[in-house]
């Protein structure tokens, strides 16, 4: 399985950014999918994550209502469109195939991390 997260880049905070992830040698419409981040000096967060038709989306408090998770089953992509960025959204961004665990957090299903996309706000 390979994860090709793309779209970073730098961005003045209120402004937007679209990220998108190409996922290939998996069943991609058959996966639930969702993003990740990780600050400087912080842990690995949750962010988003959609289900395997797309029907179903869940968000991080912290991006709730600012963020967006869609995907193409035809294209085996995922995305993040984020709006009103802030500072504290600057992270490198993953794409992961994901599953929900027992107390309802989501994980990354494979266990490993693909190359992830820079996001910087600044202020």
């Given at each position: 399985v390979q994860l090709q997260?793309?779209?970073?880049?730098?961005?003045?905070?209120g402004g937007s950014l679209r990220l998108s992830c190409l996922v290939?040698?998996?069943?991609?419409?058959?996966?639930?999918?969702?993003?990740f981040r990780q600050a400087p000096g912080k842990e690995r967060?949750?962010?988003?994550?959609?289900?395997?038709?797309?029907?179903?989306?869940y968000y991080a408090d912290s991006?709730?209502?600012?963020?967006?998770i869609s995907r193409d089953n035809t294209k085996n992509t995922v995305y993040l469109q984020m709006n009103s960025l802030?500072?504290?959204?600057t992270a490198v961004y993953y794409c992961a195939a994901v599953g929900l665990g027992p107390y309802g957090k989501w994980y990354n299903v494979l266990g490993r991390?693909?190359?992830?996309?820079?996001?910087?706000v600044s202020s």
């Open positions: 997260a793309s779209g970073g880049g730098l961005v003045q905070a290939s040698g998996r069943t991609f419409s058959s996966t639930n999918m969702g993003w967060e949750f962010v988003a994550a959609t289900t395997w038709s797309g029907g179903s989306s991006v709730k209502g600012r963020f967006t802030k500072s504290e959204d991390w693909g190359q992830g996309t820079q996001v910087t």
